[in-house]
């Protein structure tokens, strides 16, 4: 649930034969990345139930759910789309839910079981980058926040349009601010700027901006990124991923964004969400020593104690760029 800084929004220069060449070591960078969410999944589920529920009802809307028969929610994490998708759907449609960390596909199954919908959604192990699904198997795909996680994009926008029969829907959220010669990103830049004032007078911090500084400070640096190499210091991950959807097939192409800010209650309730969301923190956390975390803990209290002590709040601000489309007949 990251976003992209204010240089990055509305510039659409990158075409996809531009895309960054993947990292060499694309299937333990996956493996990696899935295991880092295991031992939060539970965290996980909470904090996107409180903060990623608009995004995930936009995202079914975006399908036209109340049509779909079968829908595929890949990298469904602990099933909040999935979910969502049960919902607001008929009882006639199915949902899988995909994803490669156990932790977090444990949580969903319970959920699932615990909620009376095992027949309905189910989850399973899977790569989006090679989809052991048959051909033109749902009518509807969504994904939220996981496209910036494979480190082949063009692979899983092939797969998702192979899986997706004719007519079918698709929709995928990936972490951004708006675009900037738009209302959204009017508003947001604005919001930006006052933003930043109040960061200079001490009087605001934003996640996960403030943990990812703190963390570079702190601890020492590792060698695994946040999210793939295609999506690392891109100007427009935004456009470059819709055009690999159309260069997969992909029709009535739309660009759209929704996004929330919240301001979060205490420190301790910042650094819980922080410290689960950011990849990049998780990463440095897990491989870091007792002592360097608890380094790096007392400065980030520090610092939030000092901004509410000033009347000042801590902003975690939630956008998606959802691109959403259909198969051809």
């Given at each position: 649930?990251t976003?992209?800084?204010?240089?990055?929004l509305g510039?659409?220069s990158l075409e996809?034969?531009?895309?960054r060449?993947?990292m060499?070591v694309?299937s333990?960078f996956?493996?990696?990345?899935?295991?880092?969410?295991d031992?939060v999944?539970?965290k996980f589920?909470?904090l996107?139930?409180?903060?990623?529920?608009?995004?995930?009802?936009y995202?079914?809307?975006?399908?036209?759910?109340?049509?779909?028969?079968?829908?595929?929610?890949m990298?469904?994490?602990?099933?909040?789309v999935s979910f969502?998708?049960a919902?607001?759907?008929?009882h006639?449609?199915?949902?899988?839910g995909?994803?490669l960390s156990q932790?977090?596909?444990?949580q969903?199954?319970a959920?699932?079981?615990?909620?009376?919908?095992?027949e309905?959604?189910?989850?399973?192990?899977?790569d989006?980058?090679a989809?052991?699904?048959?051909?033109?198997y749902?009518?509807?795909?969504?994904?939220l926040?996981?496209?910036s996680?494979?480190?082949h994009?063009d692979?899983?926008?092939h797969?998702?349009?192979?899986?997706?029969s004719p007519?079918?829907?698709?929709?995928v959220?990936?972490g951004?601010?708006?675009?900037?010669?738009t209302?959204?990103?009017?508003?947001r830049?604005?919001?930006?700027?006052?933003?930043k004032?109040r960061?200079?007078r001490?009087?605001e911090v934003t996640?996960?901006d403030?943990i990812?500084?703190?963390v570079r400070k702190h601890l020492p640096p590792?060698a695994e990124?946040k999210?793939?190499?295609?999506?690392s210091?891109?100007?427009?991950v935004v456009g470059l991923?819709e055009?690999?959807?159309?260069?997969?097939g992909?029709?009535?192409?739309?660009r759209?964004w929704v996004?929330?800010?919240h301001?979060?209650?205490?420190?301790?309730a910042?650094?819980t969400?922080q410290?689960?969301?950011s990849?990049?923190?998780?990463?440095?956390?897990?491989?870091a020593?007792?002592a360097?975390?608890a380094t790096?803990k007392?400065?980030?209290?520090a610092?939030?104690?000092?901004v509410l002590q000033?009347n000042?709040k801590?902003?975690?601000s939630v956008?998606?760029a959802?691109i959403s489309g259909r198969?051809?007949?």
């Amino acid at each position: 649930m990251t976003g992209i800084s204010l240089i990055h929004l509305g510039i659409q220069s990158l075409e996809p034969g531009n895309i960054r060449t993947p990292m060499t070591v694309s299937s333990d960078f996956k493996a990696k990345d899935a295991e880092s969410y295991d031992e939060v999944a539970d965290k996980f589920d909470e904090l996107a139930q409180l903060y990623a529920g608009p995004q995930a009802r936009y995202l079914t809307q975006a399908i036209d759910i109340a049509s779909r028969k079968h829908v595929i929610d890949m990298g469904c994490g602990t099933g909040l789309v999935s979910f969502e998708a049960a919902a607001t759907s008929s009882h006639q449609t199915t949902i899988t839910g995909i994803d490669l960390s156990q932790g977090m596909l444990t949580q969903a199954k319970a959920k699932a079981e615990q909620n009376l919908l095992s027949e309905r959604v189910t989850f399973q192990a899977g790569d989006a980058e090679a989809l052991d699904l048959p051909d033109d198997y749902a009518d509807g795909f969504v994904s939220l926040y996981a496209f910036s996680h494979f480190p082949h994009p063009d692979k899983a926008a092939h797969e998702a349009l192979r899986v997706l029969s004719p007519g079918g829907r698709l929709a995928v959220a990936i972490g951004s601010g708006p675009q900037l010669m738009t209302r959204a990103g009017t508003g947001r830049a604005a919001a930006a700027i006052r933003r930043k004032w109040r960061q200079m007078r001490g009087r605001e911090v934003t996640a996960c901006d403030q943990i990812d500084r703190l963390v570079r400070k702190h601890l020492p640096p590792i060698a695994e990124g946040k999210v793939a190499d295609w999506a690392s210091g891109q100007r427009d991950v935004v456009g470059l991923l819709e055009g690999l959807f159309q260069a997969a097939g992909l029709v009535d192409c739309r660009r759209d964004w929704v996004g929330t800010d919240h301001s979060v209650p205490d420190a301790d309730a910042f650094w819980t969400l922080q410290s689960t969301i950011s990849t990049f923190a998780r990463k440095h956390i897990a491989a870091a020593t007792p002592a360097q975390n608890a380094t790096l803990k007392e400065a980030f209290r520090a610092e939030c104690d000092a901004v509410l002590q000033a009347n000042g709040k801590l902003t975690y601000s939630v956008g998606a760029a959802v691109i959403s489309g259909r198969k051809p007949h």
